[in-house]
T-cell receptor, first 116, second 112 residues
């Protein structure tokens, strides 16, 4: 099956801990994205990567870090510096990067992170 | 700065009716507009992508139109079914800011 997988589906974190959310795609897409979704606020971009070994900050990058060592993988680390990390996290990929008419995004099933 | 608005925030219609969901954006300099569906607790499912040079796209009972000059897109759903109940989001790939901006969505409930 082609698609985007995210793990785990649910994640609980104690305050002060770093956690890493996994995102893998087998669609051979160049670009990958991380979004955060909070009730009533819509989706906000955390980080995106248009090519391996390169990534850019989105609108709310503070307290998060990413890596893009392989085309298929774009893990997100939520650090202890993120003040309010409880949210639903969505990973997406697209065949090309931004600034393209063909930039159709496909999403994974999401990870719900709760800070205890 | 691009802003994307979806009105109404929620909508309930009886099964079988045709309906229209609205999406408006403030900056017409876009590469494309994409419509998504999201079920509770799930990721987003891509429904239709309209490129900036296109006026509409169709998939089954869904038809999306794009009018860049007026900053509007509509998603038309024909013969609605209870399984269409979900939140529908639109997103614009905006050239001036080089980012994708999402609306907050319309929560649709089809009454059996």
């Amino acid at each position: 099956d082609g698609g985007i997988t995210q793990s785990p589906k649910y994640l609980f974190r104690k305050e002060g801990q770093n956690v890493t959310l996994s995102c893998e795609q087998n669609l051979n897409h160049d670009a990958m994205y991380w979004y955060r979704q909070d009730p009533g606020q819509g989706l906000r971009l955390i980080y995106y990567s248009q090519i391996v070994n390169d990534f850019q900050k989105g609108d709310i990058a503070e307290g998060y870090s990413v890596s893009r060592e392989k085309k298929e993988s774009f893990p997100l680390t939520v650090t202890s510096a993120q003040k309010n990390p409880t949210a639903f996290y969505l990973c997406a990929s697209s065949p090309t990067g931004l600034a393209s008419s063909y930039n159709e995004q496909f999403f994974g099933p999401g990870t719900r992170l709760t800070v205890l | 700065k691009q802003e994307v608005t979806q009105i109404p925030a929620a909508l309930s219609v009886p099964e079988g009716e045709n309906l229209v969901l609205n999406c408006s954006f403030t900056d017409s300099a876009i590469y494309n507009l994409q419509w998504f569906r999201q079920d509770p607790g799930k990721g987003l499912t891509s429904l239709l992508l309209i490129q900036s040079s296109q006026r509409e796209q169709t998939s089954g009972r869904l038809n999306a139109s794009l009018d860049k000059s007026s900053g509007r897109s509509t998603l038309y759903i024909a013969a609605s079914q209870p399984g269409d109940s979900a939140t529908y989001l639109c997103a614009v790939d905006t050239s001036r800011d080089d980012k994708i901006i999402f609306g907050k969505g319309t929560r649709l409930h089809i009454l059996p």
